[in-house]
């Protein structure tokens, strides 16, 4: 089965098209204002009409409250709330339970050790994603196009199915994959050509290199 493909931060019409004509499985929208790919729930609304029902629909979230989530469920309506933040398992089993829209949770790794936190969202997360752990002084959780050592997830068994992202691109997807076993990966800023300016042909080379890949 071909790799699936997540490309998150769309945030433009021209963006959502060419990640739809690439054949992407999941399309990532942020709501995060410290972002370059934040939007405004009008903005992500129109978005997530124009690709509903072509592939499956992500809102990442930041630890956000209640109410901000309540206007995201019901003016965008997404697939999934992606937890980028510091979410626990009880705070992603409430949010699962209270909006009925499955999780994807976002763990921070640098080593191998890292992993071990992955069980404890077994039970709440629909999957999770692996990102790199960010700079100490960075203002948000992801998209800095920063990796870890892909290597300590190979081999590796999880309760939930998972992503790999953190520093992925056209030029690297095929190593990535084929040594961390990736069953699904997850792209922002390796598709763009400035922060926050996603590229039609960089999507498209990864989705295509992405799907042509052989897993180890």
Not at 31 to 56: D, I, T, V, W, Y
Not at 131 to 138: N, R, Y
């Amino acid at each position: 089965m071909p790799v699936q493909v997540k490309i998150c931060g769309i945030n433009s019409a021209a963006a959502a098209d060419a990640v739809l004509r690439a054949g992407a499985d999941f399309g990532g929208l942020v709501f995060f204002a410290k972002s370059p790919r934040h939007l405004s729930l009008e903005q992500g609304m129109a978005l997530a009409e124009r690709m509903r029902g072509r592939l499956r629909l992500a809102a990442l979230v930041v630890d956000d409250n209640d109410a901000a989530l309540a206007a995201i469920a019901s003016q965008v309506k997404p697939d999934f709330f992606q937890l980028h933040g510091k979410e626990t398992p009880e705070r992603a089993a409430e949010i699962r339970a209270r909006f009925g829209i499955p999780v994807i949770k976002a763990i921070a790794v640098s080593e191998a050790g890292d992993l071990a936190k992955v069980s404890a969202y077994d039970d709440v997360a629909e999957m999770v994603l692996f990102d790199a752990v960010p700079a100490a002084d960075a203002s948000r959780p992801g998209g800095h196009g920063a990796a870890f050592d892909w290597r300590i997830l190979n081999g590796r068994s999880f309760g939930r199915p998972w992503f790999l992202a953190g520093g992925l691109n056209p030029e690297n997807i095929g190593r990535a994959v084929a040594v961390s076993g990736a069953k699904m990966v997850d792209v922002s800023s390796g598709v763009e050509s400035a922060p926050g300016v996603k590229s039609s042909d960089r999507i498209a080379d990864f989705v295509a290199a992405a799907k042509q890949t052989v897993r180890a």
